[in-house]
T-cell receptor, first 111, second 112 residues
Framework: QKEVEQNSGPLSVPEGAIASLNCTYS??????FFWYRQYSGKSPELIMS????GDKEDGRFTAQLNKASQYVSLLIRDSQPSDSATYLC???????????FGAGTRLFVKA | NAGVTQTPKFQVLKTGQSMTLQCAQD?????MYWYRQDPGMGLRLIYY???????DKGEVPNGYNVSRLNKREFSLRLESAAPSQTSVYFC???????????FGQGTRLTVV
């Protein structure tokens, strides 16, 4: 079992729709969770971090964490073509120093 | 404030050649990392350094060595390059345990 798993996609949504991205992790002691966005040929950039169970909202983005189910998700509301990218889920292990990434989900937002 | 700087940006090596990828950060971060990214594989951790003076293996360390020269610099060395090491390499730094990573611009390495 991979430490962090994501559906590789591609996920295609129309402009204005909600995009839902999902991630599961295996290290039950993990405490820090992140979503990074990566445009083609560019470096990953942080868009959301979440540390506690529940929802965290930042503009059009909402991260959701359920530690009991070892599940993290990212919702993108009012999706725009500029949101088309690969979204990487990342989890920091129990020791606090290893950041492990999922394989990423490619999102296409159609105008 | 440059953040995380990697050199070179592009490199072509012949099988068996050696090279060192350089990484430096000016954010006074404690932890530094080397990842490789292959199509469909996401970012895989090669080595990391939780603090100056320490290094540890990640998920795919074979064929690589690292040096944490000081708090700012963390280099990755390929002693005898193989075509399987063709990839995009990213260096990252983290302020302290449990916080987000900041990435360099990447090095695209091709081994022929």
């Amino acid at each position: 079992q991979k430490e962090v798993e994501q559906n590789s996609g591609p996920l295609s949504v129309p402009e204005g729709a909600i995009a839902s991205l999902n991630c599961t992790y295996s290290d039950r002691g993990s405490q820090s969770f992140f979503w990074y966005r990566q445009y083609s040929g560019k470096s990953p950039e942080l868009i959301m971090s979440i540390y506690s169970n529940g929802d965290k909202e930042d503009g059009r983005f909402t991260a959701q964490l359920n530690k009991a189910s070892q599940y993290v998700s990212l919702l993108i509301r009012d999706s725009q073509p500029s949101d088309s990218a690969t979204y990487l889920c990342a989890v920091i292990n129990t020791g606090g120093f290893k950041t492990i990434f999922g394989a990423g989900t490619r999102l296409f937002v159609k105008a | 404030n440059a953040g995380v700087t990697q050199t070179p940006k592009f490199q072509v090596l012949k099988t068996g050649q050696s090279m060192t990828l350089q990484c430096a950060q000016d954010m006074n971060h404690n932890s530094m990392y080397w990842y490789r990214q292959d199509p469909g594989m996401g970012l895989r951790l090669i080595y990391y350094s939780a603090s100056e003076g320490t290094t540890d293996k990640g998920e795919v360390p074979n064929g690589y060595n690292v040096s944490r020269l000081n708090k700012r610099e963390f280099s990755l060395r390929l002693e005898s390059a193989a075509p399987s090491q063709t990839s995009v390499y990213f260096c990252a730094s983290i302020r302290r345990g449990g916080t987000e990573a900041f990435f360099g611009q990447g090095t695209r390495l091709t081994v022929v």
